[in-house]
């Protein structure tokens, strides 16, 4: 028997912890240097987790379909378009597995401990996935009540453009596996990072002028009039929408200086 076939070996396949939800809730917390993906679950026995490909399908789908629903729709208020309502049914069966996919993230983190689903991850799982947790309730318990019966038969437009702020998903998670395969130094996993950031940018911050520019085409009005001339509550709703994406945005913005920071640091060393 060699030395190292007498040490038992140590875990490789530990969890790659969440950019938009426990690194954001623990900035203290190891991370990668840009950006990981929508789940956590690590590469296992040597294999490359699959629910980046789930994330990445939905989203090529929800812009697609956001694609064609702005593009049919020349009235931006009364315009329709069958895929604003139908793909919604599509939707909520992804948000659900979204869900549960970042529970079973939480259990596979601390399944050394304790190999039974408990209450204690259950309550790990709600503290450091805050911020998601509540993203996915808003869009199943409002955005999707919403979308199907609150807002009539108006508004396909809009609801197009909110499913084309799932533009920037595939790139976030061809991050993680980069990062999963170790290719941070590479140069695809920068230029991956600058198309992440671009995307997040124009798709889940600007989406929101561009709304409201929209608007006012439509009814001969400036951006900065549209807000005073729509119901107070849509401002309030857009307002809800867009904090939690300035906020991820601002953590990728600082995850990408440190990550185009540390060679300089090295050649200045």
Known sequence: MT????KPRQRRDRPT???TGREAEDPTAPRAPLVSGSRCPPATGGRIDPSWLVSSVQAVLATGSGIVIIRSCSDVITDRHWLARQYVWFLIPYMIYDSYAMYLCEWYRTRDQNHRHS???FRNFLSKNR?????HAVILFVLVPVAQRLR???GDFFVGCIFMAELSTPFVSLGRVLIQLKQQHTLLYKVNGILTLTTFLSCRIL????MYWSYGQQQGLSLLQVPFSIPFYCNVANAF????QIYWFSLLCKKASRLFDSPLAKKDG
């Open 17 to 19: 912890a969440t950019f």
């Open 207 to 210: 989406l929101f002028p561009f």
């Open 131 to 135: 911020l998601m947790i509540a993203h």
């Open 119 to 121: 209450l204690t991850t």
């Open 241 to 244: 929408l867009i904090a939690p």
């Open 3 to 6: 030395p190292s076939e007498g």
């Open 152 to 154: 009539g038969d108006l």
